[in-house]
């Protein structure tokens, strides 16, 4: 079946550092895929997404690339502010069925 | 974001009470999701509706009922609630562009 795994945190950075984290999916078919932030007590919110194979995703610095050949979707910013903290869910929707699959979320730690 | 709130934000109830939590959408989407986050598992789905009356079950179903009788509103219920459904809980709708849009959360306690 459909599924996501990413990385276990919690990832602990320092200020200005670069991010990767790493997302890699198994999909039927043409899935979009998306990241989301969760900030403490808060929801998820909409980070980026992709809907097809090359297409790359970018707000507020951060981008992943929708790589169909490794089947993976990796988040990435060139360098992280202490705002950047929260932890970070990657998700995948299949192309004919309006359900999500969420990962299980990596925990960023930036420190200053 | 897509005006989704829920109620209550936080509940404490005892065990074998029912609970009832509301999730309230102002943006007519037609899809709408109820999930549960618990630390280790992410967030796991629990029922999901297509459409006024038209609903169906998530991966953790059992023990929770949901009911959309406007496009706006989705009902979840816990009708003799559990310490194990201590939790929080999140609402979410489909958007256009075909992402997922979630209400701040309710953190429900079960003692």
């Known amino acids: 079946g459909d599924s996501v795994t990413q990385m276990e945190g919690p990832v602990t950075l320092s200020e200005e550092a670069f991010l990767t984290i790493n997302c890699t999916y198994t999909?039927?078919?043409?899935?979009?895929l998306f990241w989301y932030v969760q900030y403490p007590g808060e929801g998820l919110q909409l980070l980026l997404k992709a809907t097809k194979a090359d297409d790359k995703g970018s707000n507020k610095g951060f981008e992943a690339t929708y790589r169909k050949e490794t089947t993976s979707f990796h988040l990435e910013k060139g360098s992280v502010q202490v705002s950047d903290s929260a932890v970070y869910f990657c998700?995948?929707?299949?192309?004919?069925?309006?359900?999500?699959?969420f990962g299980s979320g990596t925990k960023l730690n930036v420190k200053p | 974001d897509a005006g989704i709130t829920q109620s209550p934000r936080h509940k404490v109830t005892e065990t074998g009470t029912p609970v009832t939590l509301r999730c309230h959408q102002t943006?007519?989407?037609?899809?709408m999701y109820w999930y549960r986050q618990d630390p280790g598992h992410g967030l796991r789905l629990i029922h999901y509706?297509?459409?006024?009356?038209?609903?169906d079950k998530g991966e953790v179903s059992d023990g929770y009922s949901v009911s959309r009788s406007k496009t706006e509103d989705f009902l979840l219920t816990l009708e003799s609630a559990t310490s194990s459904q201590t939790s929080v809980y999140f609402c979410a709708t489909e958007g256009e562009g075909n992402e997922q849009f979630f209400g701040p959360g309710t953190r429900l306690t079960v003692l």
């Open positions: 999909a039927t078919g043409y899935p979009s």
């Open positions: 943006e007519n989407h037609r899809y």
């Open positions: 509706s297509y459409g006024v009356k038209d609903t």
């Open positions: 998700a995948l929707r299949p192309g004919n069925f309006n359900k999500f699959y």
